[in-house]
C-alpha cells in the first residue's frame, strides 16, 4: 500500500512545476507589455489566454505518463444538488461579505459583481476547464493521499495562489500588484477548502469542481475596488469561518473512515 500511495504522488512536483511554468511563461508577454504600459500585442492577449491551461496541460503530461489519465478526466457522476450548490455558493459567500460590509458603514457597495466585460465572461469559462482537471482532477486526490483532506487542500490552495503570480500584473495597476497577490495568498487556501468539503461530498465529481471555480467568476468580488476596504476584510473573514466549519466537518470524516 506504501509503494502504490507513493506512486500516485512521485509527479506532484514535475506537475507544479509545469502547471506553473506553462501557464507563467504564456501570460508573461501580456504581463511585460503592461508593465511598460505597452500596448498589448494581438499575440500576447491570445498567449494569456493560452495560460489559463496550464494546469490542463501539465495533467496531460504527467497522468499520460503514468497512464492514468482516466483518474483525471472520467469522475462526473453526482447529484445536481450539488452542482446547483457549488455554482452559487462563491455568490452566497460574497453576499454575506457585502451584507456585512454594509452593516459597518461601507458605502457605494454593490451586491454583485457579474462579469463586466468580454474577457471576464471568457474567464468564467476558459479558467474553470483550464485549472481544474489539473488542481482537483490530478493534484488534489494525491495530496490528499499523502497529507490528509484538509492540509492536502490547504498546500494545494498555497500552490494555486502562487500560480497567479503573473495575473497579478494589471494594466490598471501597470505593476506587480502586491495587495492583489497578497489577498489571493489568503482567500485561495480558504476557497480550497470549502471547494473541498463540497468535492468530497459530491463524489469527487469534476462537475462539482468545475461550477464552483465557474461561481467565483459568476459573482467576482475582486472586482471591487480594494479602496472598499471593509468589504475586502469581511470577505476574508466569512471566508475563514466558512474554511473553519468545512475544516472541522472534513477532518471529522476522515477520523470516522479511519476507525471504520
Given at each position: 500500500m506504501?509503494?502504490?500511495?507513493r506512486s500516485?504522488?512521485?509527479d506532484?512536483?514535475?506537475?507544479?512545476?509545469?502547471?506553473?511554468g506553462?501557464?507563467w511563461?504564456?501570460?508573461?508577454?501580456l504581463?511585460?507589455?503592461?508593465?511598460?504600459?505597452?500596448?498589448p500585442?494581438s499575440?500576447s492577449?491570445?498567449?494569456?489566454?493560452?495560460?489559463a491551461?496550464?494546469?490542463?496541460?501539465?495533467?496531460?503530461?504527467?497522468a499520460?505518463?503514468?497512464r492514468?489519465?482516466?483518474e483525471?478526466?472520467?469522475?462526473?457522476r453526482t447529484?445536481p444538488?450539488?452542482v446547483?450548490?457549488?455554482?452559487?455558493?462563491p455568490?452566497a459567500v460574497?453576499?454575506?461579505?457585502?451584507a456585512?460590509?454594509?452593516?459597518?458603514?461601507?458605502?457605494q457597495v454593490t451586491?454583485l459583481?457579474?462579469?463586466?466585460t468580454?474577457?471576464?465572461?471568457?474567464?468564467l469559462v476558459v479558467?474553470?476547464?483550464?485549472?481544474?482537471f489539473?488542481w482537483?482532477g490530478?493534484?488534489?486526490?494525491?495530496l490528499?493521499?499523502?497529507?490528509?483532506?484538509?492540509?492536502?487542500?490547504l498546500v494545494l490552495?498555497?500552490?494555486?495562489g502562487?500560480?497567479?503570480?503573473?495575473?497579478s500584473?494589471t494594466?490598471?495597476?501597470?505593476?506587480?500588484?502586491v495587495?492583489l497577490f497578497?489577498m489571493?495568498?489568503?482567500?485561495?487556501?480558504?476557497y480550497?477548502?470549502?471547494i473541498?468539503?463540497?468535492?468530497e461530498?459530491?463524489?469527487?465529481s469534476?462537475a462539482?469542481a468545475?461550477?464552483?471555480?465557474?461561481?467565483?467568476?459568476?459573482?467576482?468580488?475582486?472586482?471591487?475596488?480594494?479602496?472598499q476596504?471593509?468589504?475586502?476584510?469581511?470577505h476574508?473573514?466569512?471566508?475563514?469561518?466558512?474554511?473553519?466549519?468545512?475544516?472541522?466537518?472534513?477532518g471529522?470524516?476522515a477520523?470516522?473512515?479511519?476507525?471504520?
Amino acid at each position: 500500500m506504501r509503494n502504490l500511495e507513493r506512486s500516485s504522488t512521485d509527479d506532484l512536483i514535475p506537475f507544479f512545476a509545469l502547471a506553473c511554468g506553462i501557464t507563467w511563461m504564456l501570460a508573461a508577454p501580456l504581463a511585460a507589455a503592461w508593465m511598460h504600459h505597452d500596448t498589448p500585442s494581438s499575440l500576447s492577449v491570445s498567449l494569456a489566454g493560452l495560460s489559463a491551461f496550464g494546469p490542463l496541460f501539465a495533467a496531460l503530461v504527467v497522468a499520460s505518463r503514468q497512464r492514468r489519465l482516466g483518474e483525471v478526466f472520467s469522475r462526473w457522476r453526482t447529484g445536481p444538488a450539488w452542482v446547483v450548490l457549488a455554482l452559487f455558493a462563491p455568490m452566497a459567500v460574497h453576499l454575506v461579505a457585502v451584507a456585512l460590509a454594509l452593516a459597518l458603514g461601507e458605502r457605494q457597495v454593490t451586491w454583485l459583481h457579474p462579469p463586466a466585460t468580454a474577457e471576464h465572461v471568457a474567464a468564467l469559462v476558459v479558467f474553470p476547464l483550464g485549472e481544474e482537471f489539473g488542481w482537483r482532477g490530478y493534484a488534489y486526490p494525491r495530496l490528499v493521499d499523502r497529507l490528509g483532506v484538509v492540509k492536502g487542500a490547504l498546500v494545494l490552495g498555497v500552490v494555486w495562489g502562487l500560480w497567479h503570480l503573473v495575473y497579478s500584473v494589471t494594466p490598471v495597476a501597470g505593476a506587480f500588484d502586491v495587495r492583489l497577490f497578497a489577498m489571493g495568498m489568503v482567500e485561495l487556501p480558504l476557497y480550497s477548502i470549502l471547494i473541498a468539503w463540497v468535492f468530497e461530498r459530491a463524489n469527487r465529481s469534476m462537475a462539482v469542481a468545475i461550477a464552483f471555480h465557474a461561481g467565483a467568476h459568476l459573482d467576482h468580488i475582486e472586482l471591487a475596488p480594494l479602496e472598499q476596504t471593509w468589504l475586502h476584510v469581511m470577505h476574508l473573514i466569512v471566508l475563514a469561518v466558512l474554511a473553519a466549519v468545512a475544516a472541522g466537518s472534513l477532518g471529522k470524516t476522515a477520523r470516522v473512515a479511519a476507525i471504520a
